[in-house]
């Protein structure tokens, strides 16, 4: 049975590029489901996928601004900006709106 979760265009879009831009076949069928303010799921598993993907980002994240924690000494407030916006953007929000309907794993 599919499950209908509200979900922002703009993070669907965005799951969507990245999707096409890595291979990511089953993120990509899930995102082209549905309306462009929703997730068609069809298993947990789908909504795992998705969640995965956010999760990657936010180790790429980390990879690429080490520098982001003000307790550092190398602190760098460009690197904390950039990945202030992967965490609390693609993946707190793709976390936030699965986690409500699914049992997901979204340590990093």
Do not use: C
């Amino acid at each position: 049975m599919s499950k209908i979760v509200p979900f922002p265009s703009i993070l669907k879009l965005q799951l969507k590029k990245i999707a096409e831009e890595r291979g990511y076949p089953v993120v990509s069928a899930v995102v082209e489901r549905g309306e462009a303010e929703e997730l068609v799921l069809n298993s947990e598993d789908e909504a795992q996928a998705l969640v995965n993907v956010a999760r990657i980002e936010m180790l790429d994240a980390s990879l690429k601004y080490p520098f982001w924690n003000d307790d550092l000494p190398n602190y760098d407030p460009k690197h904390e900006d950039a990945f202030q916006d992967i965490q609390m953007g693609i993946f707190e929000k793709t976390v936030m709106y699965l986690s409500q309907e699914f049992k997901i794993v979204s340590t990093v």
